[in-house]
């Protein structure tokens, strides 16, 4: 992935691949997604980048902008405020294939949860586990 992509764009239009719309059958999170993928990615609020990167959709785009969103608040978390746990937890339970393609957004995410003290155990659990994971680890 281009370090700088045009965010106006959506997935659609950044993995050039249209989907046909999903059966009527479908999921409301199988429609969900399909709806998303269809919006500028710089429309995406934290908790529609967590459903996506949950579902592994679009990780090239979306890995590194949920690690900015996440970098950029965790300051705030530090000093007592609100910090988005589903986004953090999406990002750090992708399988370290994922992060193999993107290693710089894996070491700045492993520097932003270095300053993260008040996250839930079951987060915590996979913050460790996503640092054991990485190359070179000495966390």
Sequence with gaps: MPEDF???RSLEELEGLRRPAPPADTTPMVRNVYELRRRPVETLEPHELARLIGQDVGLP???PLAVEILRDTAPQQAEGGWF????LYAVVTRK?????TAPEPAHELKETVAVLTDVSRYVRQEIDAFLSALPGNDA
């Design 96 to 100: 370290p294939e994922a992060w193999a």
């Design 84 to 87: 988005d746990d589903d986004l």
């Design 6 to 8: 045009d965010r106006g």
């Design 61 to 63: 785009w979306l890995l």
